[in-house]
């Protein structure tokens, strides 16, 4: 009798699991609604010159082999190691096969164990479950899930869409995330029954209280979708691809995108909101005089003060003009000054030797919009610190940071009164007082005035859901295409919004607001009314009507000073430019009355 013939595969895989020849690649899962990585998926790569090199060769085998757990033990392991050694932020997530899974409950504390002795909290591992493999024992499925969560791991389920039960599953795990399969986001932008199966996923998922993450984005526009669904962590080779040595922050190209798109509008046009009396606007109000030092100051005599004083956490150093430059933090001086020699060394030397030479420093005038995103950028540690105040470039001041943080919060309480709660952009009463401001001050900015066109027959045969979704893609172009330094957006209600600009590019910025509609408004429509361009609907005499796709349209007047008294004056102007822009054929467009009203300011005068 012949012997069996030799297993390659076999033989590559007892190599593997006893030389530990795998390596660990990470990819990053962002959560787009705060611009950061939230954690890392581990992916486990055999060597590249071997039969294992496929990740579906290998588990194939290893479970064919009948060595899959023992295979998954060794490289959750690996992994928990990797990441901490890596000094990676977030969540871990490691996945498992249901085999390795339904033992979890022998190991679980071993494995915890592991975690605490190399100091990474369990709550910080998610273990995922990968439907790649059927479950044939639910109630030891059960005990092992709450053996994992007993000790802190959160759990997840993969590829949601695909393979053995997931929706039942779902129901039976109450995981901590559902990872939605990359089938259903990839193309999501250009395919509306992907849209409503992620739509419907998410608001389910609000209801068992569980993160979805979608898994797969490859593309902008997908992107832009998904954010609009209400996902809020994604996956894919848009941001990176797993690495063996990946990042531990987002790259500064998505960190600013992210965070420019994400960012609620309630502190735009701080002032164009009618501020309670003594409300904090600018950095002035925030500045305390304080202790301060000059270069002349000793080491010891710094040290000897935040000695003194344990609530003294940062002195300013301002040179012989009272200008700062530098902060000496008490953390860094108390910490120095018990390193061995150095108060030998140091005790009568300047202080600027402690000294950090890159304090925060905001003008008088600076705003709390612009305070905020600098304090948001800056090193956690440092926080604590405060900052500096000047004017004319001399010290006028220093502030807190929590006080700081509550005067946004109490503008963005205030602002959320006068905000309109789909859009979060400023309503009726912030809009008038904005305009009237820049009326009363005599500026030059253009006035628009923004609808959506054939919106109610869209409501009706997509739904008011959809209907909303719409209305924040119309917030979004008009808020990417202002200058948030020199315009305004408000939301006057429904599908109504209004525009102040006073960009000297504004007449650029509203055909970029046409084609950017026009372009993401496709995503809605299904192929056959997107190729119809729209659909029909009965009419109140039961006859049928056809509708066209829903477009934007804009009317808008340049005002100059003294053109009109007030607010009221120039929505009633806008009138007859938005009636003319509606009345166009084709897409989205605009219309601007260049006749030269006469100044009604000079009428009343005469």
């Known amino acids: 009798m012949r012997d069996p013939a030799p297993d390659p595969l076999a033989d590559a895989l007892d190599r593997l699991i006893e030389q530990r020849s795998f390596d660990l690649h990470f990819q990053p899962l962002v959560a787009i609604d705060r611009a950061e990585i939230y954690g890392y998926e581990a992916l486990t790569r055999a060597p590249a010159d071997g039969p294992l090199h496929s990740p579906l060769v290998l588990f194939e085998a290893a479970a064919r082999l009948g060595r899959l757990v023992e295979l998954e ?10 990441f901490k ?50 479950i044939e024992d639910l109630a030891q499925l059960d005990d092992a899930l709450q053996a994992l969560r007993e000790r802190g791991f959160r759990v997840a389920l993969d590829d949601l869409g695909e393979g053995f039960a997931s929706l039942r599953r779902w129901m039976q795990m109450r995981p901590d995330f559902v990872k939605i399969d990359r089938h259903f986001i990839d193309g999501i932008a250009q395919e509306p029954l992907k849209q409503q199966f992620v739509r419907s996923i998410v608001e389910m998922a609000a209801t068992s209280g569980c993160e ?8 902008e526009p997908d992107l832009e979708v998904l954010r609009r669904l209400g996902l809020s962590i994604c996956q894919g080779y848009l941001f990176a691809r797993p690495s063996a040595t990946p990042r531990a922050s987002l790259s500064a190209q998505w960190s600013g995108r992210l965070a420019a798109d994400a960012q609620p509008r309630l502190l735009q046009n701080d002032l164009a909101l009618p501020l309670a009396q003594g409300a904090v606007t600018s950095a002035a109000q925030l500045a305390r005089r304080g202790l ?6 000793s080491c010891r005599s710094v040290v ?73 950028n800056l090193d956690e540690r440092l926080l604590i610190d405060g900052f500096i105040v000047t004017r004319d470039g001399a010290y006028f001041g220093s502030g807190r940071s929590s ?58 045969v997509y ?66 009314h997107l190729a119809a361009g729209g659909y029909i609907t009965l009419n109140r005499q039961n006859q049928p009507s056809f509708h066209p796709l829903p477009t934007i349209s804009a009317g808008a007047v340049l005002h100059l000073p003294g053109h009109f008294e007030n607010a009221r004056a120039l929505s009633a102007a806008l009138a007859e430019p938005k009636r003319v822009a509606k009345g166009r054929a084709g897409g989205s467009r605009y219309f601007v009355d260049r006749r030269q009203p006469q100044p009604q300011r000079a009428q009343l005068a005469a």
């Not at 033990?73 to 990797?82: E, K, M, N, Y």
């Not at 004083?309 to 000496?328: C, F, S, Y």
């Open 85 to 134: 050694a890596l000094g990676l932020p977030g969540q871990l997530f490691l996945n498992v096969t249901a085999d390795t899974l339904l033992g979890a409950r022998e190991h679980a504390g071993e494995l915890a164990a592991e975690m605490a002795a190399l100091g990474l909290p369990t709550s910080r591992v998610v273990i995922e479950l990968t439907e790649t493999r059927p």
């Open 292 to 297: 301060t030092v000059t270069p002349a100051t």
């Open 463 to 528: 739904g008011y859901r959809v209907g909303d979704d719409i209305i924040r893609l119309a917030a979004r172009v008009l808020t990417q295409a202002a200058d948030p330094q020199l315009d305004f957006v408000g939301h006057i209600g429904g599908d109504d919004f209004v525009m102040a600009l006073a960009s000297a590019d504004w007449e650029a910025r509203l055909a970029r607001i046409c084609e950017a509609f026009d372009a993401g408004v496709r995503s809605f429509f299904s192929p056959e």
């Open 403 to 460: 006080d700081l943080l509550k005067a946004v919060s109490d503008l963005q309480v205030h602002a959320a009164r006068y905000a309109n709660p789909l859009t979060l952009l400023p309503g009726n009463v912030p809009i008038d007082h904005h305009l009237d401001r820049l009326i009363e001050a005599g500026d030059t900015f253009a006035a628009v005035v923004w609808d959506i066109d054939h919106f109610k027959p869209f409501n009706d």
């Open 212 to 219: 979805v993450v979608a898994e797969g984005l490859e593309q």
């Open 73 to 82: 033990h060794l490289i959750v392991r690996r992994a928990i190691q990797r």
């Open 304 to 376: 000897d003060l935040f000695h003194r004083d344990d609530q003294l956490l940062a002195i300013p150093v301002l040179d012989d003009q009272q200008r700062p430059i530098g902060v000496l933090r008490s953390l860094h001086v108390l910490k120095r000054s018990t390193e061995r020699y150095f108060m030998d060394i140091f005790d009568k030397r300047s202080c600027v030797e402690l000294m950090d030479a890159h304090p925060l420093v905001f003008d008088v005038a600076t705003p709390l919009r612009a305070m905020s995103d600098a304090l948001s």
